[in-house]
């Protein structure tokens, strides 16, 4: 009777003994697989709640792949002296072509001449670059900043609308409708004036017109400009928020103000009579 309580004892601490290895190792073989370096040491990680449980320590983890930054476009601008193409196709700064050298020549003229070297077109052989003024860098900067603005931008609808300085009145007040129309669906319009033979129109006054019109909800996003002979161009946007408020508040002023006028002028008659 006493052998057989013992064998009945040993078999059930054998059943534990199996379902707790069973259920650490499976634990373990379950785990997702990642790419941990581990040190050769064992150490005991105590736990209260636990026996003692051996593992091996983890140092770091390899999985993740540093992120390497895409290389931006370089903005337009003097490279200094730092140019690395041996051979070069240079243009003045009159915008003459100049032939290729070497970049030794370049620097050269470059230092002759009290000008900056800029890279124009970088993929091609050879390179471009062009002898330029500081006064002219700067200007094309403007110029590219301007263009870069009045660019629509991914996702915005732009319209354009153009016609001549000769418009009659009442064409130009139906041309206003249409920019209004877009205006408040947030477009942006890009408004381009001819002007007409024989026409003394200024055109920029016109594009103010236009804007005075629409102005309780739309502003330059690109300004009046000339975009080649007798042709001028503008780009008009929708206010955002902070735009509309400040608007307001220069109008609510500007009401005031004028009632204030209006107010003087009652009081000075009333004196007079």
């Given at each position: 009777?006493?052998?057989?309580?013992?064998?009945?004892?040993?078999?059930?601490?054998?059943?534990?003994?199996?379902?707790?290895?069973?259920?650490?190792?499976?634990?373990?073989?379950?785990?997702?697989?990642?790419?941990?370096?581990?040190?050769?040491?064992?150490?005991?990680?105590?736990?209260?709640?636990?026996?003692?449980?051996?593992?091996?320590?983890?140092?770091?983890?390899?999985?993740?792949?540093?992120?390497?930054?895409?290389?931006?476009?370089?903005?337009?601008?003097?490279?200094?002296?730092?140019?690395?193409?041996?051979?070069?196709?240079?243009?003045?700064?009159?915008?003459?072509?100049?032939?290729?050298?070497?970049?030794?020549?370049?620097?050269?003229?470059?230092?002759?001449?009290?000008?900056?070297?800029?890279?124009?077109?970088?993929?091609?052989?050879?390179?471009?670059?062009?002898?330029?003024?500081?006064?002219?860098?700067?200007?094309?900067?403007?110029?590219?900043?301007?263009?870069?603005?009045?660019s629509?931008?991914?996702?915005?609808?732009?319209?354009?609308?153009?016609?001549?300085?000769?418009?009659?009145?009442?064409?130009?007040?139906?041309?206003?409708?249409?920019?209004?129309?877009w205006?408040?669906?947030?477009?942006?319009?890009?408004?381009?004036?001819?002007?007409?033979?024989?026409?003394?129109?200024?055109m920029?006054?016109l594009?103010?017109?236009?804007?005075e019109?629409?102005?309780?909800?739309?502003?330059?996003?690109s300004?009046?400009?000339?975009?080649?002979?007798?042709?001028?161009?503008?780009?008009?946007?929708?206010?955002?928020d902070?735009?509309?408020?400040?608007?307001?508040?220069?109008?609510?002023?500007?009401?005031?103000?004028?009632?204030?006028?209006?107010?003087?002028?009652?009081?000075?008659?009333?004196?007079?009579?």
């Amino acid at each position: 009777m006493t052998a057989l309580c013992t064998i009945k004892h040993l078999c059930q601490a054998t059943r534990n003994e199996n379902r707790y290895a069973k259920k650490f190792f499976g634990t373990l073989l379950t785990q997702t697989a990642q790419k941990w370096l581990f040190s050769p040491f064992w150490i005991v990680v105590p736990d209260p709640r636990k026996s003692a449980v051996f593992g091996l320590t983890q140092t770091f983890c390899t999985d993740k792949k540093p992120h390497t930054q895409a290389k931006g476009k370089a903005a337009f601008g003097s490279v200094g002296r730092r140019i690395p193409y041996r051979i070069l196709h240079v243009i003045n700064q009159d915008g003459e072509s100049l032939g290729n050298m070497h970049r030794a020549e370049a620097l050269r003229l470059m230092d002759e001449h009290g000008l900056k070297l800029v890279l124009l077109r970088e993929n091609v052989e050879p390179p471009v670059y062009r002898l330029m003024t500081g006064q002219q860098i700067h200007e094309e900067q403007l110029k590219r900043a301007e263009k870069k603005k009045a660019s629509p931008k991914p996702g915005v609808v732009q319209k354009e609308l153009s016609f001549s300085s000769a418009i009659a009145k009442n064409d130009l007040e139906t041309k206003i409708k249409q920019i209004a129309l877009w205006i408040e669906k947030k477009y942006h319009v890009k408004v381009t004036v001819r002007q007409a033979k024989g026409s003394s129109t200024d055109m920029f006054t016109l594009f103010d017109q236009i804007l005075e019109t629409v102005s309780e909800k739309a502003t330059y996003l690109s300004k009046p400009k000339v975009a080649r002979e007798g042709v001028s161009t503008c780009v008009l946007r929708h206010m955002s928020d902070k735009e509309l408020k400040e608007h307001q508040k220069m109008e609510m002023k500007k009401n005031n103000i004028v009632k204030k006028d209006e107010n003087k002028d009652l009081k000075s008659n009333e004196l007079h009579q």
